[in-house]
Nanobody, 115 residues
Framework: QVQLVESGGGLVQPGGSLRLSCAAS??????MGWYRQAPGKQRELVAD???????NYADSVKGRFTISSDNAKNTVYLQMNSLKPEDTAVYYC???????????WGKGTLVTVSS
């Protein structure tokens, strides 16, 4: 069974940092990334990383967030620095597999940025 499991969410003050992790049960993904959805807003791409390509970032997080991966652990990370209240959202891990030609989503982890 293919699973994506996020961890690392929580409450942080503005200007603080968090690191999100997404562990995949199998290594079948050609693309992995992070999306987020705030109440009343559309789900949006935060960052993704393609096999053999450069990371992509939403304009709102460029210079503050960094996506990385550890292939040996089948894990993708999102380092979030200089967090702002508008970063508050449920963050979802995403993966696409060329093997199964399917999309996979984690259940989400809540990030709350507030004083």
């Amino acid at each position: 069974q293919v699973q994506l499991v996020e961890s690392g969410g929580g409450l942080v003050q503005p200007g603080g940092s968090l690191r999100l992790s997404c562990a995949a049960s199998v290594s079948i993904f050609s693309t992995m990334g992070w999306y987020r959805q705030a109440p009343g807003k559309q789900r949006e791409l935060v960052a993704d990383i393609l096999g053999g390509g450069r990371p992509n970032y939403a304009d709102s997080v460029k210079g503050r967030f960094t996506i990385s991966s550890d292939n040996a652990k089948n894990t993708v990370y999102l380092q979030m620095n200089s967090l702002k209240p508008e970063d508050t959202a449920v963050y979802y891990c995403y993966g696409f597999s060329l093997v199964t030609r399917m999309d996979y989503w984690g259940k989400g982890t809540l990030v709350t940025v507030s004083s």
